[in-house]
């Protein structure tokens, strides 16, 4: 397997936990969403990635994309540990958590939409900032009612082993706190994010453990 990567990346981040969790080795390639106007935008790289997102998996001679199709696809050929529980009912709330963070949260942050703020609209750094924090918070703050009003939730967002909802939240938690987002209001989100980031799995795949880490 090769994964394309960005260390700080969320969505890097979550296939690069379900990597580690499934205990599969892959070459790492970098992809620097800054340098070089961005190595995403190279032909080579669009080849891979049409839309010029990380991350890209290369397995078997397919280049899968998308994050979470990823995962679903490494849970499917990588059955255990199982990053979706057995019982309908249960996958969907799992998928529904995790899609709370994956298409409700992270793509108003996503970089592009950031660099699309400052050129061409003109909102200078604080303004960014502002808007950052207000779709993470507002966002996060809907995911907190989720977890605290379940009786499903335990230590991780479902049960007590990580699911593909974790997956999602512990990059996302990441990246909040690196942008100074309020998080007093979420203390079910903080307490499963951090021990979900205790975990070995999570250790490795964290940005600062990264090839490309700056």
Known sequence: M???SYFRSSASYR??????????????RAVHLLKEGGQQMQPDFRQLSPDALVPVLEDEGQALTQSLAIIEYLDETH??????????AERARVRALALTI??????LNNLRVLKYLKNPLGIDQQGRDDWYRHWVESGLAAFERMLA?????????????????????????YNA????ADLDAMPTVVRIADHCAALPAFEAAHPDRQPDAE
Do not use: F, M, N
């Open 2 to 4: 090769r994964l394309y």
């Open 15 to 28: 296939v690069r936990i379900a990597l580690a969790l499934k205990g599969l080795p892959y070459e790492y």
């Open 79 to 88: 059955p255990q540990p199982a990053l979706l529980p057995a019982e309908p």
């Open 102 to 107: 994956a298409c409700d949260i992270h793509p």
């Open 149 to 173: 009003g379940s009786p499903r939730t335990g230590q991780c967002c479902h049960g007590d082993q990580p699911t593909l909802a974790d997956l999602c939240l512990v990059p996302q938690v």
């Open 177 to 180: 706190r690196r942008l100074k």
